[in-house]
């Protein structure tokens, strides 16, 4: 059976090649992580030293083809190792998903003062003791086993790099060229390596027909993403994104720029129609303007709320499944799961577009102390287009003054040719639309 080795989770998966303010308004779309191919999720909730990593796979193709191998910084024991419910994630990925929101105008001759808001070890395949055996032959040690849900997985250690990399090749991890240096210099930190295979018996008999996240909890001062050996062979740029979780505040990387988005920014209406196409033009356009070597905050919050919602914010059960262990078990906490709201969890949610010539290191973080409020958000301001009782002649240049200032704004954060964007906006040429009023005989047998 041939393998060969993409990006899982940032990591590294192996498969068979078959196939600060408050803000309101009223949310119309979100830019989740569907808009991008090859898409990875990784949840990090990291306290003091402590780390619990949940990662959503984006393995396609048959269950019995996947296997993944991860760089861990320490011996992981089996009841560190839990698998995860991927309806989290998702529900993660919506709550922090940068957003468009829409206001209408009111009617510019209606007089009132509007308010402005701020804005157990189980069996190795089969011949265990004859892959010990060999392993221990090429200077790898199998330092444990488990079965955790539907995956089997080792923990292997090694003394040398082309050791460890012989021992996967022959066991159908199809290592790629280049690898060794990367794998050297985990080895030389002291890292372990996570393997996980899935055992198709237990998948059978747990019903499940995807892959679920799989977890694991460790001890290091070092708070890190290990990328590398997942960008060997990629197949072009892939999409990353982290969803830290801390007690402190936002989350940033120390090896790369951490840039935030544009936001708060007010684009045309016709963006409504085409946010997926806004939203990854802008991206990329943000990342040429950073040479390819930045890591874009999206979101940055307290999870006890948020404004405008793309989706409720997580609930207690549901970030103690992610892993934040500070929340409590005692009576008072039992008694706050039954609240909607979770209290004492910010978010952080980066984004990255990534290949080993642009990020040759793993991603290092750091937590601050910084709980500013920050989200992508894109603004649509409806103009008013009802009927008038009074002259609308200074209030339609306001509105065509706005919707070119919109057009520019859009052209400068997308790229797109002006041109084509002035000519999507019916309100600029300057001839108000006139109100189109309902037939009177449509009224009579209504």
């Given amino acids: 059976m041939k393998f060969f080795i993409t990006t899982l989770t940032a990591l590294v998966t192996v498969m068979v090649t078959t196939t600060a303010q408050a803000f309101c308004g009223f949310y119309v779309a979100r830019a989740d992580t569907s808009l991008f191919n090859r898409a990875s999720q990784v949840v990090l909730v990291r306290d003091d030293n402590r780390t619990v990593i949940t ?79 060999s392993a221990r032959s090429r200077g790898v040690t199998i330092e444990a086993s488990y079965t955790v849900g539907e995956y089997d997985i080792l923990i292997l250690s090694a003394n040398q790099s082309n050791g460890l990399i012989r021992w996967l090749n022959e066991n159908g991890y199809n290592i790629p060229s280049g690898a060794e240096r990367v794998v050297d210099s985990y080895l030389g930190q002291g890292m372990r390596f996570f393997v996980a295979r899935v055992n198709i018996q237990e998948q059978s008999k747990l019903g499940f ?19 590398r050996l997942g960008t060997l062979n990629a197949q072009g ?99 706050r799961r039954m609240q909607p709201r979770a209290q004492n969890v910010f978010v952080t949610r980066l984004h990255l577009r990534y290949d080993a010539e642009h990020f040759p290191e793993d991603l290092m973080f750091q937590e601050t102390g910084d709980r500013q409020n920050y989200q992508g958000r894109y603004v649509i301001r409806h103009p008013w287009k009802g009927e008038a009782s009074c002259d609308l002649t200074q209030y ?22 002006i041109a084509d964007i002035r000519g999507k906006i019916p309100f600029a040429g300057g001839i108000r639309p006139e109100t189109v009023k309902e037939p009177w005989w449509k009224r009579i047998w209504d």
């Fill in 396 to 417: 339609d240049a306001s509105v065509r003054e706005r919707q070119e200032r919109e057009a520019q704004l859009l052209a400068n954060m997308t790229g797109w040719d």
């Fill in 237 to 335: 740029k892939q999409e990353l994104y982290v969803y830290a979780l801390t007690r402190t505040g936002r989350v940033e990387t120390t090896n790369y720029r951490t840039v935030k988005l544009p936001t708060n920014v007010e684009v045309p209406e016709f963006v409504e129609g085409e946010f997926a196409d806004f939203y990854r033009d802008m991206f990329t356009r943000q990342t040429q303007k950073e040479n390819e070597r930045a890591v874009f905050l999206e979101y940055a919050w307290d999870m006890a709320w948020c404004d405008p919602c793309a989706a409720d914010p997580l609930s207690h059960e549901e970030l103690r499944k992610l892993g934040v262990f500070w929340l409590g078990d005692n009576e008072q906490e039992a008694q």
């Fill in 55 to 133: 990662m959503a796979n984006d393995f396609e193709g048959e269950a019995r083809d996947f296997a993944v191998v991860i760089p861990v910084p320490s011996m992981i024991e089996r009841e560190q190792i839990n698998v995860g419910d991927r309806a989290i994630i998702q529900h993660l990925d919506a709550y922090t998903s940068p957003r468009l929101v829409e206001y209408h105008d009111g009617d510019p001759c209606a007089r009132y003062d509007r308010e402005e808001l701020m804005s157990q070890d189980a069996a190795l395949p089969a011949a265990a003791k004859e892959l010990k055996r």
């Fill in 209 to 227: 027909q995807y892959l679920r996240p799989l977890q694991v909890a460790y001890e290091s001062n070092k708070f890190m993403l290990p990328i």
